[in-house]
């Protein structure tokens, strides 16, 4: 198979499962959602940590052009 070319993690904001997790779990305690709505998220929630962990054996990672570079 063959693997699809990202941008580097150093290159790109940090946007993890676990912050998606952290905000999405303050939004339904402030409203005050039932249950059943937490049980979808942390699923959500789990399906984007296993996508992640297979992005990690599927993705070649590269570096943006010109990022990090000496400007002199």
């Known amino acids: 198979m063959k693997r699809s070319v990202r941008i580097k993690w150093?290159?790109?904001?940090?946007c993890t499962?676990?912050?998606?997790a952290l905000l999405w779990w303050q939004v339904l305690?402030?409203?005050g959602a039932p249950?059943?709505?937490y049980g979808v998220m942390?699923?959500?929630?789990?399906?984007?940590?296993?996508?992640?962990?297979v992005s990690?054996?599927?993705?070649?990672r590269l570096d943006v052009?010109?990022?990090g570079e000496d400007r002199r």
């Open 17 to 20: 499962a676990v912050n998606v």
């Open 42 to 53: 942390w699923s959500v929630v789990a399906l984007l940590v296993f996508l992640f962990i």
């Open 65 to 67: 052009p010109g990022f």
């Open 56 to 60: 990690i054996f599927t993705e070649t």
């Open 10 to 14: 150093t290159s790109l904001s940090m």
């Open 29 to 31: 305690d402030r409203f």
């Open 35 to 37: 249950s059943w709505a």
